[in-house]
């Protein structure tokens, strides 16, 4: 296939999106502005890629070749899609809700904590959010998590530890419907036709072997990251100093976060389209590693095909889901968690990517050389 030095571009952008964050401090102290400008560049990088050659090479209509770089269908994406697909809202609403019960929160987590181990709370907590997120959207379940974590009597970096789990837990078990997140309710769209006929029951139905027990295993990894921490008053933390003020900010700064990621997505349209959709699933599925920065939205999009297999399916819908809680920018949850408890790049990443490099090798070979598999049916 032939190199367009664009697409060098395009790849040199991935590369500062993922160093940048760790290696300058503003950078890392106005991430939401550093990837809204990356995607910027992205989609006015893409803008120059010849639509003749597009069409001829990667067989793209003309219509799709036109929507490659700025047009007025990215923008209003960018503009609208945080909104319409509810999580501005959600974060903003769950905020204020958060904010006013806040009192009667910590008042309930003392009453619990005088009689429930921690290590049993935090485990419930991981598991049941995880689970549940698929029901109350994984929006709601990572506001939930941080609400219920800002009242525990635990020190910060526990803290950071639990809420990278449960991330990943949150980020496992949304995609069990198409209400949890994004991803799921497109992979749904995308197979909703021959021969799968995807309802509403099919992820479930396929996934659920998988999620189930990761969701499980995140709980009793995070009852090891609690230690010996013992139960004390639950009270409010620095984090819940700010007022109605901070709930506007944290919701203004999940929109420009939300409008980076579909923007560097709509950016890395081409170069996705040529070096990633042609290759074997098992490289796909350490290839997917990328949703750690990427809208895992987007490469769900791209790659899904109702032409694929089921385990062809399975291997890029778990290999994103993983590779997403690795990196802050890797889902929503995460960007929520880090935005209001303060976690840096760095924090994350320190447990993040070699917990999500463990988890993506004991899913390789589960789904590709472990012949167990339980199909569910509801």
Known sequence: MQFDPLDLGL????????????????????????LFVMGVLAVTISSFYNKEALISMLGYTEHQAELIGWNQEIIMEAIKEPVVKGIVPAVLVAGLLFHYGKASVQKAMNSIIKTVPLKVIVFLIVVILGLFSS????????????????????????????????????????????????????????LQGE?????????????????????????????FFTGKAKAMECKATEEDDGGLKDVVIR????????????LLG??????????????????LYWVNMISAILDNATLTAAEISPAMSMVQIQAVLMGLLIAGGMLIPGNIPNIISAGKLGISSKEWAKLGVPLG???????????FYIPFHIEFHF
């Open 357 to 367: 490099l463990i988890l993506m090798a004991v899913y390789f070979v589960w789904i």
């Open 251 to 262: 919701a203004i700064k999940v929109y420009v976060f939300v409008m980076a990621l579909l």
């Open 135 to 190: 029901v109350i959207t994984a929006i709601i379940a990572s506001l939930l998590l941080v609400e219920l974590m800002n009242c525990m009597p635990l020190d910060r970096q526990t803290k950071i530890n639990l809420i990278i789990i449960a991330c990943f837990s949150i980020g496992l078990g949304a995609v069990l419907t198409p209400v949890g997140e994004p991803l799921s309710t497109i992979a749904i769209t995308k």
């Open 11 to 34: 790849l040199a952008i991935v590369l500062i999106v993922l160093v940048g964050p760790f290696m300058v401090k503003k950078i890392e102290h106005n991430l939401e502005v550093f």
């Open 266 to 283: 709509g950016g890395m349209k081409v170069v996705i389209d040529k070096y990633i959709l042609g290759i074997s699933p098992e490289i």
């Open 195 to 223: 021969p799968f006929n995807a309802a509403f029951f099919f992820l479930f139905n396929q996934l659920a072997i998988y999620i189930i027990p990761g969701c499980v295993a995140m709980g009793l990894l995070a009852m």
